[in-house]
């Protein structure tokens, strides 16, 4: 089974300081990782994803991913929040032992306060 | 346009009425899913599809629910005698690999009354 949990409902930063969104998964076999997000009234955009190599993931709008085996954590960063990264960020897993399914996290809201 | 797109993007419809709801995916992909995002509950995974059939039907939620794929393209969601429960974002994703991450629709807000 897989699973993703998301710690945080809402995660609050100033503009121009670090952020960092939680998310940490179980699965069986090894992960395939994504980070999706979600503006205001829009549909959900790709973000960055980890399926194998590089333990640091790089992706759109400067946001990069850390994957950490050993506390089976996938938290999503920018060194230097943007007011317009306020939005609803998810994470999702997906078992490369299990179903073709990916499993969202229920979703962190992101406030970047000028 | 190169995206997935839904209709109609909003439903409102009466308690007990039937209800069909369309995604067309991108053109060339062969994996589509459907999920539901409701308010402060993330998203719930309904039916996935690889080409036209559907080997994973677990998430939807009653036998009121059915979809189908045509032509390897083409998806619609039916929910039958639609109950108040049933309002929230129903959101469609399509993607080339099953593997890979998902292009995701506008998707359609069902408000049941």
């Known amino acids: 089974a897989q699973s993703v949990a998301q710690p945080e409902d809402q995660v609050n930063v100033a503009e121009g300081n670090p952020l960092t969104v939680k998310c940490t998964y179980s699965?069986?076999?090894?992960?395939?990782l994504f980070w999706y997000v979600q503006y205001p009234n829009r549909g959900l955009q790709f973000l960055l994803k980890?399926?194998?190599?590089?333990?640091l993931v790089k992706g759109s709008y400067g946001f990069e991913a850390e994957f950490n085996k050993s506390q089976t954590s996938f938290h999503l960063k920018k060194p230097s929040a943007l007011v317009s990264d306020s939005a609803l960020y998810f994470c999702?897993?997906?078992?490369?032992?299990?179903?073709?399914?990916?499993?969202f996290g229920r979703g962190t809201s992101l406030i970047v306060h000028p | 346009g190169a995206g997935v797109s839904q209709s109609p993007s909003n439903k409102v419809t009466e308690k007990g009425k039937d209800v069909e709801l369309r995604c067309d995916p991108i053109?060339?992909?062969?994996?589509l899913y459907w999920y539901r995002q409701s308010l402060g509950q993330g998203l719930e995974f309904l039916i996935y599809?690889?080409?036209?059939?559907?080997?994973?039907k677990s998430g939807l939620p009653s036998d009121r629910f059915s979809a189908e794929r045509t032509g390897g393209s083409v998806s619609t969601l039916t929910i039958q005698r639609t109950q108040q429960e049933d309002s929230a974002v129903y959101l469609c994703?399509?993607?080339f690999g099953t593997g890979d991450f998902l292009f995701f629709g506008p998707g359609t807000r069902l408000t049941v009354l």
């Open positions: 994703a399509s993607s």
């Open positions: 980890y399926i194998t190599g590089d333990n």
């Open positions: 999702a897993v997906r078992d490369d032992e299990g179903s073709y399914i990916p499993t």
């Open positions: 053109s060339g992909h062969t994996a």
């Open positions: 699965v069986s076999g090894n992960p395939y």
């Open positions: 599809f690889q080409g036209n059939s559907a080997p994973d």
